[in-house]
């Protein structure tokens, strides 16, 4: 059945209503993570709180104004987006979130109130992202700029400045094509574009592309950001590594201008932007599908997950970028189709945040240190997002973003 926009409106009623009941019993959130329903129907941010020991108490869906979307694929990949890396992103330093609404070519700004992040607070209304299906978004460090990627048949990127009060506004000189050869929704995972980050210092600007083997190998797209957050009228290409071919997520190298792929091909790359020769293919034994990835703050490693293994796999960079595997947490069965995933601290631990579509759980580990994780559970939010009238469907869910509470003491 097709939902009218007078029962979407209905249902926005009928979620809020459940959210300010469930807001009053709350105290001392140690953190929270979002993820984004990504339903074609109206788009939510789904938010959960996360307890010290790692629970997931999922608390609202908040409207993000616009429209989820499809990729254009049979059957149904894990990923919707072909990628949902960056879905939606969190800016620690600003308390604020963005979230795309692939279907609506909008992107949707909200505060987080530190007493009660779960309680997204819009600010302003969506803005056009001046291309097709935008899946993926990133805040520079200050948190005052947003940038967006699109990846239909207009696709590119265009950068945002931020107005606490108007909410996001163009910055001139940042609507940059990328030239895909790609349809609205796009067709993929292969020859899809998949993730939008800037290098670790703010200097450029980078998006992933996927190649479609063995015809490309695909390539990370580069813009030199200039004066004011305007990007350079054109992008470098570069190359994936031999023996990579399908870049899907990204994570910066702090104080470097790399960055570590998943690679489904491979395993994962590394990419150096100031020096091609440390660039390398990085061979994961078992994987079947390394496609998202995170950095841990407390042990400077990364965590890939994979759905077609149900794997999660923790890897590192050494000082010279050479990359290696440290340890492989089985984690469940492949039903689950283990996507996205953030890392972020809560209280006096480290939690991994796993997004799985395919039974609608977000799955939590415990980082205990290098090469030792804890399983701390599987917590499901399509059977709670159900119950406040939302009809969570498998396989559409994106994104994942974790926010933390400011150390007490
Ligand atoms: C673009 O994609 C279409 C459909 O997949 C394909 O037939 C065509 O050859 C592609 N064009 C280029 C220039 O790659
Ligand atoms: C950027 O690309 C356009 C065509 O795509 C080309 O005409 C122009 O010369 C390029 N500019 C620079 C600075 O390379
Ligand atoms: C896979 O995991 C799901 C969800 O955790 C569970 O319901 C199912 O029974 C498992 N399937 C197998 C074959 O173990
Ligand atoms: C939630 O509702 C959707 C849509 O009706 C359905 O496909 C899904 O199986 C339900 N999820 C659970 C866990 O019951």
């Not at 696709?155 to 107005?163: A, W």
């Not at 189709?337 to 939590?364: P, R, W």
Request: proline share 7%; glycine share 12%.
């Amino acid at each position: 059945m097709k939902l009218c926009s007078s029962s979407i409106a209905l249902v926005a009623i009928l979620t809020s209503l459940y959210r300010s009941t469930a807001a009053t019993t709350q105290t001392n959130v140690g953190g929270a993570i979002y993820f984004i329903s990504n339903d074609p129907e109206a788009n939510h941010v789904l938010t959960a709180e996360v307890g010290s020991d790692g629970s997931l108490d999922f608390q609202r869906a908040v409207y993000a104004g616009g429209k989820g979307a499809l990729g254009n694929a049979t059957p149904r990949p894990a990923d919707a987006l072909f990628s949902g890396k960056g879905a939606v992103a969190v800016s620690q330093e600003a308390n604020l979130l963005a979230a795309v609404n692939p279907g609506s070519n909008s992107l949707a700004l909200f505060h987080i109130d530190p007493a009660r992040p779960s309680d997204l607070v819009p600010i302003g209304h969506p803005v056009w992202t001046g291309g097709d299906f935008p899946m993926s978004v990133t805040f520079n460090k200050k948190g005052n700029h947003v940038c967006v990627l699109n990846g239909g048949a207009v696709s590119g990127v265009e950068c945002f400045r931020v107005n606490r009060v108007w909410g996001l506004q163009a910055i001139p000189d940042t609507r940059r094509p990328l030239h895909l050869n790609q349809t609205t929704p796009p067709s993929g995972p292969p020859g899809s574009a998949s993730q939008i980050i800037f290098t670790d210092d703010d200097s450029q600007l980078v998006v992933a592309v996927k190649g479609a083997p063995p015809a490309s190998t695909g390539y990370l797209a580069v813009w030199d950001v200039v004066h004011n957050g305007a990007l350079s009228a054109n992008f470098s290409t570069v190359p994936t590594p031999q023996g990579g071919a399908l870049p899907f997520s990204l994570s910066a190298v702090p104080g470097t201008r790399a960055f570590v792929a998943a690679d489904p091909n491979v395993g994962f790359d590394v990419f150096d932007l100031d020096d091609a020769s440390k660039n390398a293919a990085v061979a994961v034994q078992g994987q079947a599908a390394n496609c998202w990835g995170a950095r841990s703050p407390k042990t400077g490693h990364f965590f890939l997950t994979d759905p077609g293994a149900a794997m999660v796999n923790e890897v590192a960079v050494d000082g010279n970028l050479k990359g290696s595997v440290v340890a492989q947490y089985s984690q469940g069965n492949t039903t689950t189709a283990l996507v996205d995933v953030d890392i972020g601290a809560v209280g006096d631990n480290e939690f991994i945040f796993i997004l799985a579509t395919g039974d609608t759980t977000v799955q939590v580990r415990r980082v205990d240190g290098p090469g030792s994780t804890t399983n701390v559970g599987a917590f499901g939010y399509g059977a709670f997002y159900n119950t406040t009238g939302l009809g969570i469907v498998p396989r559409t869910a994106q994104g994942m973003a974790v926010w933390s509470a400011p150390a007490s003491h």
